[in-house]
């Protein structure tokens, strides 16, 4: 049932042209995950070059360690998520998306929440922040990081939770106490405590990565 009815918006996505990064891109990313299974929503800021060219949310390399680190925590990336972006085209030289380009998308940001009405949301990096919550010089993504928030999609409320990109932990390879990949570690840990306490972990992480090689 949620499954068609995201098909209905997805395909108004695919031929949306209400900004002008629809005249760039190669693919529109609409999502990725199981709908009908998903309690979590994930939302990150925009595609990137791989996105783009694949028509799926996190395949680049930010992807990738973003799977590395939903692994290791027990999250399936294929059951427990539905994986969205704030914009569904990608923007050009992966620049930040404009408020006007993200406002041209929201219609389809907020319908996707509304469909799935997961049982938590979790804003990935800065700019999913800002789409939802006000910041400000006290209020940066460092001070609400890990922090419950409630958000509200179309008059309902949602527990949501923010936690770095991958692509800030590209750039940041420590692993010790207080390290910006041990908190994502420590943020992705409660997530799946608190919504998924019927995962088992050996399910979903084969091997052993060590992702301070990423
Ligand atoms: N890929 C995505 O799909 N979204 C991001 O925010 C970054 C990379």
Known sequence: MKKECL???????????????????TNTVFADGNPEMARLVLIGEAPGEIEDECGRPFVGRAGQLLDEFLAEAGISRDNDLYIINTVKCRP???????????????????????????QAIILCGATALKTFVETDRK??????????????????????????????????HSMEEGSPRR???????????????DRNIENIFAGSHDMAMV
């Open 92 to 118: 050009p030289e992966n620049r930040v998306p404009t408020p006007e380009e993200q406002a041209a998308c929201r219609k389809f940001l907020d319908a996707q929440i509304d469909i799935i009405k997961p």
């Open 183 to 197: 908190l994502m570690q420590q943020d992705l840990k409660e997530i799946k405590n608190k919504y998924l306490p």
């Open 139 to 172: 209020r940066t993504i460092s001070k609400l990081r890990g922090q419950w928030l409630t958000i509200t999609v179309d008059g309902v409320e949602y527990p949501a939770i923010t936690i770095f990109h991958p692509s800030y932990l590209l750039r940041n």
């Open 7 to 25: 098909e209905i918006v997805r395909q108004k996505c695919e031929n949306c042209k209400a900004c002008a990064l629809s005249a760039s891109r």
